[in-house]
């Protein structure tokens, strides 16, 4: 199933489900490094609250969209990696070092205007 | 506990992999595994399964509760008929890839779960077998 995308202003807000399949996740990458040119998006916000685990593949894709992205010109703020993920995550070796993380959707907002209004 | 026959996932698509983590998860949270627990099962079994799909195309995950001296014990054993692997030790080793993955997959998974071990050999096929303890 497609990861919905909800444009919000100057951002893209995707909310990933939690059966999101490797194919799910490159059309993501695709859709939105295609979305930020299409609707001049200056941020992006991937929410993770519903997304049960988090395995190499799918960290790796959040990375490239990240770096894409940023290519293009827009920051990308992951959001909502629960608890449980963030252990797993850690115990699996993943390491988001060079991709914004926020608590929430609310913080994410907030990190996304205070990023956008110093360029 | 009775010991039911193996829950079988034949893997050979990538929705297979979310199959196959979604039934890994629902049996650890049967057994009483903690949510932290059943997320390490079903992340261990996402990673085992991707090796699957990249290397040998398809396979299957078989998904069991075992009895081991007393103790409960969540079993994924993950087979496959592909190239085999020639140098398990290396294949152990975060990085090291011979796919088109980060080389995390073998001791990632290794490291999510309290047993692993890889059987292989070259032209017939890998087997991974992976346990996970439940408590009592």
Known sequence: MAVPILRQGEYLIATVQ?????????????????????YRA?????DLTALDLMDSFAARSLRT?????????????????????AFAM?????????????????????????????? | MPRAGP???????DVDIVTARQEGRNLAEQMG???TDSTLVATAISEIARNIMNHA???????????????????????????????????MQDGYSTGPGLGLGLPGASRLMDHF???????????????????P
Not at chain 1, 100 to 113: H, K, M, P, Q, V
Request: with cysteine; proline share 3%; net charge negative.
């Open chain 2, 7 to 13: 829950l079988r996932v034949s893997i050979a698509a």
């Open chain 2, 117 to 135: 071990e890889v059987r292989s050999k070259v032209g017939v096929g890998t087997t991974v077998v992976m346990r996970k303890w439940c408590p």
């Open chain 1, 18 to 38: 939690s059966a999101m399949t490797d194919t799910d996740a490159l059309r993501l990458r695709d859709d939105l490094v295609r979305q930020v040119g299409e």
């Open chain 1, 42 to 46: 200056r941020g992006i916000i991937v």
């Open chain 1, 65 to 85: 969209i990240a770096h894409m992205t940023r290519l293009r010109g827009a920051d990308t703020v992951v959001v909502g990696v629960q608890p449980e993920v």
């Open chain 2, 57 to 91: 195309g398809r396979g299957e995950i078989a998904i069991s509760a075992v009895s081991i001296d007393g103790r409960t014990a969540i079993e994924v054993v993950a087979t496959d008929a592909g190239p085999g692997i020639s140098d398990i030790e290396r294949a």
């Open chain 2, 33 to 35: 595994c903690s949510p």
């Open chain 1, 90 to 119: 850690v115990q699996l070796g993943l390491t988001f070092e060079d991709v914004c993380t926020a608590l929430d959707l609310e913080e994410g907002l907030r990190f996304l205007d205070s990023r956008t209004r110093q360029d």
